[in-house]
């Protein structure tokens, strides 16, 4: 690694991470005239690259895998085999998939727009759990409205109407229409008291933002082909319109300090080796909930011995996610699963209740893939072939349903992520992971055990297949980790996004949220980043 | 060169963002690479190919270039085809596919293993190389797709408009009686 030398670069403020938290803030600090340079760990992206390397992939089940890997910006992969890059410690795995990359992981997530209901916010004052978020529904709401807009998000209708989240404006975009069989369901599940309703969706109803309405090419994960679908790049474009400097392939690994613990510059890696600094007046940090984690932890000097922002060492803790179980069976009639974009429904009504004192909450979402591969690739190795596979194929996929649950982890300080011996080719430490499951979310299984069994009764289901109790996977929604609070000893950051070691340092993102709810945690982590920019623009004025 | 599908396929979703004014964002994605240049495969994998697939009309460039993948796997692949098109009639009869299996592996000579190769990259459109790597050699023309062919696209294509997931396909009351 080596040194170069010439003037450091210098904006108003650094951004760190381009991925939608970073891009949107990007966007709203630029049109306030703020100077804003962004560094990005990983390379630019191309939608028709990436649509050809799904096509042409040899493990289509795999998200990750349509999506170059740069051997500067590593990230987890675990499909044929654990690349290592994050080093699981247990008890329970955490697989942990996000994409490093201008426009980030959003390049492939379903889309759905969830925001927050105001009791996700009051755990500790309603049900005497975990702890309250530091600001209220309300205080966070018009920041929610801004990220809707930012993304194009399709939602309510009479049918759903705010799901239980007031708004102050309505959707961008109407809500886009169930599929068939999801009506179906909708009608045969309510006989068993289970709802469900279309979502909100960063998908467009219309044509919006220069984007095409959704055609239903049911390729949400890995990636939408059309740009019907929101992700990242689309912000970092924008802010690229407004004057944004972005360097690409500077992996961040250095956050300076000076007088007053202030941040002063951020040095980065490129990819020849080359060492930059670059100063700020303000620094925003968006690089993911756990490469975040990383770059603090390895911003040590005198004045933080445990790393930037880890004073009272909180930075990494709290780790958590979605787990989620699933149910497959075949329904008693043609549903035609496959049609349409892939999560556009599901059963909320399971979503908040008094039960949440004892047990984790649930949602369920009614899974739109296409199971064609999924059937085939277990017919043809149990034996199938010829005339006989091609009917059994037909009608099975014809009638197969996927649920897959949500539960609600609870902020435990033993689930932390912390930096390893171990390092990545460009001399970066990699991160190790501690993760076990509370039995909070064990007991939200068995109730969502019932849900399922009613589920399967209610339309006649045969060959059902349970996922085990205590064998969840990851919802790939990584939050916690950088999480904001009203005590210094027990949160990174405060309301306003602000690092309480660092005046200039700001935090937005997933990682800030101090509890990870029930909903997809996308929309929250983007209204988070845009409250910390506003910060920022408070600050600067 | 775009085979008919291709070009159907793209210049659908091309008709759709013209319409909807939006022709910066027309996607350059095509359908999986085509192979150029490849020779047929011989006479007796393709028979075998379509027995395997049940005569659903599979894809000639899939089954051609899976014969050139399987050749430096396999050794003796064209004896081997032979003796597994011998015993597929024996098998045939067995209702019990996991017994068939068995019977194909009862057999010897690898063909449970061929029988399972060639399923999968007929159905799939993967196979695996010498090395045990994964490749693919197909995809919107696999014979799983032409099974649901009549109600779904392949992930990632659309013939269809914006919300026509709204109805049930077309042959809805016809397809439900049949099976």
Redesign the interface.
């Known amino acids: 690694m080596s040194n170069n030398s010439s003037t450091p670069l210098s904006a108003d403020v650094v951004i760190i991470g381009a991925g939608t938290a970073g891009g949107a803030a990007a966007v709203k600090l630029l049109r306030k005239g703020l100077s804003v340079l962004m560094l990005e760990a990983g390379a630019p992206l191309?939608?028709?690259?990436?649509?050809?390397n799904?096509?042409?992939?040899?493990?289509?089940n795999n998200h990750m895998a349509p999506y170059p890997m740069m051997p500067w910006a590593p990230h987890p992969n675990f499909i044929?085999h654990d690349n290592g890059y994050l080093i699981q410690k247990g008890p329970a795995p955490y697989t942990a998939q996000y994409i490093r990359g201008v426009g980030g992981t959003t390049w492939h997530w379903a889309g759905q727009a969830w925001r927050l209901i105001p009791n996700d916010m009051r755990l500790q004052s309603l049900y005497g759990l975990a702890t309250d978020w530091p600001l209220s529904y309300e205080e966070l709401e018009p920041y929610y409205c801004e990220t809707e807009i930012e993304m194009g998000v399709s939602g309510g209708g009479p049918l759903a109407g705010d799901y239980g989240s007031p708004r102050s404006m309505p959707y961008p975009m109407d809500v886009?229409?169930?599929?068939?069989a999801f009506?179906r369901l909708r009608e045969r599940y309510e006989t068993v008291g289970l709802e469900i309703l279309p979502g909100p969706q960063a998908r467009n109803?219309r044509?919006y933002d220069?984007?095409?309405?959704?055609?239903?090419?049911?390729?949400c994960m890995p990636?939408c082909?059309?740009?019907a679908q929101y992700n990242g790049s689309m912000s970092v474009r924008r802010a690229q319109s407004l004057g944004l400097n972005l360097i690409s392939n500077a992996v961040v690994f250095k956050l300076e300090t000076g007088a007053g613990n202030r941040i002063e510059a951020v040095h980065y890696i490129d990819e020849n080796k080359q060492v930059h600094r670059v100063i700020a007046k303000h620094f925003l940090l968006t690089a993911n909930a756990m490469e975040s984690v990383k770059i603090l932890l390895m911003s040590k000097d005198d004045q933080n011995p445990n790393g930037v922002a880890n004073a009272n060492d909180q930075v990494g803790r709290h780790l958590m996610d979605h787990p989620s179980s699933a149910v497959e069976y075949l329904a008693d009639?043609?549903l035609?699963f496959?049609?349409?974009p892939m999560c556009p429904g599901s059963i909320n009504n399971t979503r908040d209740g008094a039960f949440r004192g004892e047990r984790s909450a649930i949602r369920v979402d009614v899974h739109n893939?296409?199971p064609?591969?999924y059937l085939?690739?277990k017919?043809?190795?149990?034996?199938?072939?010829?005339?006989?596979?091609?009917?059994k194929?037909?009608?099975d996929?014809?009638r197969f349903v996927l649920l897959k649950s949500m539960f609600e982890m609870l902020p435990d300080p033993e689930n932390r992520i912390v930096l390893s011996d171990q390092k990545d080719e460009w001399g970066i430490p990699k991160m190790e992971v501690h993760y076990r499951f509370p039995e909070y979310v064990h007991r939200g299984y068995d109730a969502c055990r019932d849900h399922f069994a009613q589920c399967v009764s209610a339309t006649g289901g045969t060959e059902a297949k349970f996922s085990e109790r205590g064998q969840y996977t990851n919802s790939q929604h990584i939050t916690g980790t950088l999480r904001m609070g009203s005590d210094p000893k027990h949160s990174v950051c405060n309301k306003h996004g602000q690092a309480w070691d660092h005046e200039n340092l700001y935090i937005g993102g997933t990682g800030v949220m101090p509890t990870a709810a029930l909903v997809n945690s996308t929309l929250t982590g983007v209204s988070l980043s845009l409250l910390a920019a506003d910060s920022i623009i408070k600050a600067s004025v | 060169m775009l085979s008919r599908r291709e070009f159907f396929v793209s210049s659908s979703?091309g008709a759709?963002?013209v319409v909807?004014?939006?022709p910066?964002?027309l996607?350059?994605?095509?359908?999986?690479?085509p192979v150029i240049g490849l020779p047929v495969a011989p006479a007796p994998f393709i028979t075998l190919a379509d027995?395997?697939?049940?005569?659903?009309g599979v894809d000639r460039e899939l089954v051609a270039f899976l014969h050139q993948k399987l050749v430096p796997v396999l050794p003796g692949l064209d004896s081997l085809v032979e003796k597994l098109t011998l015993a597929l009639p024996k098998v045939a009869g067995i209702t019990d596919?996991?017994l068939?299996?068995q019977a194909l592996a009862d057999e010897g000579d690898g063909l449970k293993d061929l029988?399972?190769r060639i399923?999968?990259a007929l159905?799939?459109g993967?196979v695996d190389n010498r090395d045990g790597q994964?490749?693919?050699i197909g995809?919107?023309s696999v014979?799983?797709?032409?099974?649901?062919a009549d109600?779904?696209?392949?992930?990632?294509?659309?013939t269809?408009?914006?919300?026509?997931?709204?109805?049930?396909?077309v042959f809805?009351k016809e397809?439900?009686a049949h099976?």
């Open positions: 191309d939608q028709g690259m990436v649509v050809n799904y096509r042409n992939g040899a493990y289509k044929p886009l229409p169930l599929p068939y009506e109803s044509a220069d984007r095409p309405a959704c055609c239903g090419n049911n390729n990636i082909p059309i740009g009639e043609p035609y496959g049609r349409g893939d296409n064609t591969r085939t690739e017919y043809v190795a149990q034996g199938y072939y010829g005339k006989e596979l091609n009917e194929l037909k009608r996929a014809e | 979703v759709v963002l909807l004014g939006v910066k964002l996607p350059r994605a095509m359908a999986a690479t027995q395997l697939s049940g005569e659903i596919p996991a068939r299996l029988f399972l399923n999968t159905y799939l993967t994964r490749e693919c995809f919107e014979a799983a797709y032409q099974a649901v109600y779904v696209q392949p992930p990632s294509y659309c269809g408009s914006p919300n026509f997931w709204v109805q049930p396909p809805n397809s439900a099976v």
